[in-house]
């Protein structure tokens, strides 16, 4: 059983212009986290991916071309969270089948769920299936939180190895750290991960990573080497990038960075916006600027 702890990107999802999914795009961004960001892991279908824009055949369809591409090359986690739980439970098993080496499923959100309603979601996940789980923790897109208790009662659940924790309450996560030391937690900001590593986190998923993975690297390795001036001045100079490319539209400027390196990224699902040329020239200025 592969070890799942690591970096991962957030795989970005890949459109043309019509909205439907580009897999040479796909297949490009794969590739350059496998053989350019030396990435350990990929974190396929989730808020990156544009996940929840899509249908069902179009996250089979991006789960397919990942493993396809990817092979064994790299550890594969597949987001199959959903707030329709049939289809969640449907996605886990595909993604088992096709050889998946995890899958994670974001708290199910809109309706106000109850505790009891989500852990039975999970719960009704797993039955299926004879696979790894990593909750996806995202209160501030989700509505969702849970308290160190019900972390708990869902741990309980052996399947359920570990949370992508994407929230900026330090003093959660050092509870988790001390209360879980079992557990996997992945960082989900990615503009916190040396706080995030200096608390002991055994990896972390971020949107970022496709096209800031050295910096990555390196505030991770040094801040687990406990050489934290160093981490910081790295991190100083990716949260400036991280400021610049959430100001100019998260994914697209991601994309549009990628294009810059030669991949064919592709656009973003409306109703995400199309790239104006004002954003493109933005694109270009902060390409120059920090690679
Ligand atoms: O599901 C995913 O694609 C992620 O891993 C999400 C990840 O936590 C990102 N969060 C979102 C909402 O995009 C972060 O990497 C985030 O983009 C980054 O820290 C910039 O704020």
Redesign the pocket.
Known sequence: MRDLRGL?S??LGSFNEDGSVSEKGLRQIIRHNIDHNKMDGL?VG????E?FMLSTDEKKRIFEIAKDEAKDDITLMA?VGSVNLKESIELAKFVEDLGYDAISA?TPFYYKFDFDEVHHYYERILEGVDMRMVI?F?PF?TGVNFSIEQFKTLFENKKIVGV?F?QGDFYLLERMRKTFPDKLIFA?????LLPATVLGIDGA?????NVNAERARQIYDLARAEKISEARAIQHVTNDL?TD??DNG??GTIKLLLEEQGIEAGCCREPMKPYTPEMRTRAKEIYKKYF
């Open positions: 991962y957030a795989l974190y989730g808020s990156t991916g996940n987001q974001v996806y995202i897109l992508k994407t989900g900001f990615d503009e916190m998923i971020g949107s970022t990573y991280i490319i959430l998260l994914y």
